[in-house]
């Protein structure tokens, strides 16, 4: 669906990108994850065609998105990180006014904003003025007005910024519901914890470089070559510490109270052979769990040089 190459863009002797690589493919929920100014924005702006890039290329759904600009927006749905709203509009007569910059009309128009304002859980605000909703409010009426084309792809940069926790929870249904209809989402968000809970991949991008990119699961692979378990017992805490220094595999052990967590190295199947190792030699084992990295561990972990 997106495919970026080489894409740089300088501001006199400021270099903002310096020449990024980025794939995303059909049907995936990507995270665009990176500090403040690291380049987020500015790649978004350009994909979307309201920046032009110094040098490099963006194909969308296998247009050149930089040479047939027009025809490329129309598989773009863009939501800004800051948006203006018109405030002495009601809800319907808000997506009515881009429903005729579109050129939708009669009953098609008019089921469309019907079926947003479902999909978005504004129905019973159809009659409001935009004044009167709420910040988390406008955040959902500003998405609903990016899908009034119906297109293939969603720029959304900060979509949850200053939502209160059920505002956000109701965001992600819909990112997860819209997935489900077949779009492909790029998202940015510095609430790590709730990109980690949909987003199927990611990439994470410092001083306008993407460090690493990919499945999560992948990402997550190469950041830590090393699989980190947690092993809590009822007692014999120092014997089962005895006895895992001794296995070749076991790189670092700490104990945490009645529970060890042990750096290894290897496939699961040297899991299975640290349970077995201490089950023969009577230890209580209550629980051993593998420990999985969030995003903020990852996203810490490969930008700690920068």
């Not at 406008?138 to 293939?152: E, G, S």
Request: glycine share 6%; hydrophobic share 40%.
């Amino acid at each position: 669906m997106l495919e970026i190459i080489g894409l740089k863009k300088n501001y006199k002797k400021f270099t903002a990108l310096n020449g990024i690589d980025l794939k995303v493919d059909e049907g995936q929920i990507f995270g665009f994850i990176g500090p403040n100014g690291a380049g987020k924005t500015t790649t978004m702006k350009i994909i979307c065609g309201l920046l032009k890039p110094t040098d490099g290329q963006v194909f969308i759904n296998n247009i050149d998105a930089l040479q047939d600009i027009r025809r490329a927006k129309q598989y773009i749905g863009y939501m800004p990180d800051f948006f203006g709203v018109y405030d002495n509009l009601k809800v319907t007569e808000y997506l009515d006014f881009y429903s005729s910059i579109y050129g939708i009309k009669g009953n098609e128009k008019e089921k469309m904003i019907e079926d947003l304002l479902e999909l978005v859980s504004l129905t019973d605000k159809a009659d409001f003025f935009v004044d009167n909703l709420s910040r988390g409010m406008k955040q959902k009426l500003c998405l609903a007005r990016c899908l009034v084309h119906n297109p293939k792809l969603l720029v959304l940069d900060e979509p949850a910024s200053g939502m209160d926790p059920r505002a956000r929870a109701d965001m992600k249904k819909i990112l997860n519901t819209l997935r489900d209809m077949g779009k492909t989402i790029i998202v940015s968000s510095h609430i790590l914890s709730e990109l980690s809970e949909i987003c199927t991949s990611i990439g994470i991008i410092s001083n306008g470089n993407i460090v690493i990119s990919g499945d999560v699961n992948e990402v997550t692979n190469k950041v830590y070559n090393n699989k980190i378990i947690e092993i809590e017992v009822t007692d014999s805490v120092n014997k089962a510490e005895k006895i895992l220094k001794e296995i070749d595999f076991v790189n670092d052990i700490n104990q945490i109270g009645n529970k060890l967590e042990v750096i290894i190295n290897g496939d699961n199947d040297n899991i299975r052979k640290i349970l077995k190792m201490l089950v023969i030699q009577d230890v209580p084992v209550i629980s051993l769990s593998k420990k999985t990295q969030n995003l903020e561990d990852i996203f810490l972990e490969v930008t700690k040089e920068a």
